[in-house]
């Protein structure tokens, strides 16, 4: 049984960091409250640099934008194994474990500088893009001598103490902050084309660290670590006199520096840092929008292209010399998300715009991998969005917005690398299960002012 809770710790903690990837489905309150569709129309400075660097050519004035938002994930996770009675039967040893992990504020800041004349536009950006974590507290219900009244019905055997084969107290915070320099031009009248070099810091604590190959001491205790980051992103822009709008945009993988992630032993001794790649996922953004005087209709479609990111694309376990499984995780194996994100806007009260908004959500996790991913599915299959905004005067606007998001429950067998066969590269436990579902809430808070006209 030892062995077996070690390498399903080593799983879940590495789902952890698979967490990270997941991208926000909006930028800002305003474009949050739509669903995160703004693509093809540019509400708001922060919703059109974050999703169509070329839109930005829309504001005929200078405008800034500043958005908080209170991010918190409900996660849970179940886990069950079926152990020998010692009498020829068998029993299982289960439990349900609920994260307790507060908010975490990520904010938001742009700013668009313009003129009513200009076919020029210019941008710049601070998005909180990314910021998950979890914390599990340590299963204290255990099978010792000491405890005659251990239950096998309310003990999560993923979190036993790493002595005990599980992996204790699981905690994880990610951040992930970008900065954006955009530039557009409106080449024809209605048509502009606009770039964006991108500029990213991340930061992660982890504990414990599942990508380090396990010493005789266990897996060790991850300090706090950060990597730089790079990428690029480009977009076309179309306004027409009918009131249609149309946009397209491609922002490439952020790539990244290797995470160098220092630890310790549960003993107190130091371990090797461990190196691991992550980076960011491409993203293709396509949008259509129809705008008339009583209201606003906005809808995207996004390709989020895990598949060929380093970090996701790798899956399974690490296989050193002579074909042995190490006991760390190569990587987790998602696949491509597709987000479909739509929105309306009605302006009937004057100086009082409402926003409905509802995002759809592809899911990244198969059957085979969603053991890897088991601890923070990272998946919101369908999300709904509502907000306000009350103009004070005529360039200056409060705004607020709160999302909903809805996740799938995501079963799985536990795998084990010890149980690794040509049939079966993955190490299925049989009989085993373990299950993960999640909700999501996010509470929004802005302002945005515009001056020069």
Known sequence: MKNLLISIFTILTGALLAQTGHVLQGAGAVNFSMGGAGTALPLDVNGALQWNPA????????????????FTAAPEVYAKVTQPDGQGGTFDVKGTTKDEMGASPLPTLGAVFTKADSKFAFGVSAFGISGFG???PATTNLPTPDNPDFNPNNANPLLFPQNFGGFGHLNSEYQLMQVGLTGAFEIIDGLSIGLAPTFNYSSLLIEPVPIATPSQKGYPIGEKTSALGIGA????????NLGFNFGISYKTAQYFQDLEIPGKYIDGSEAPKTKFNLDYPAILSVGAAFTQDKFDIALDYRMLNYENTDGFKQTGWVIGEGGIPTGAVAGFGWKNVSVVAAGVQLKMIDKLPIRLGYTYSSNPITEDNVFFSAAAPAVIKHAVQVGLSYMVTKNL??????????????????MNPLLITAADPLGKVPGSLITSKMHTDVALIGVSFGFGR
């Open 233 to 240: 992103q480009a977009g076309v822009f179309l306004k027409t």
């Open 55 to 70: 839109s930005i050519t829309a504001f005929d004035k200078n405008e800034i934008a500043l958005s908080v938002a209170y």
């Open 134 to 136: 979890v914390d599990y």
């Open 397 to 414: 606007g409060i705004h607020a917005a709160y999302h909903r998001g809805f996740g799938d429950e995501v079963s799985g067998q536990l």
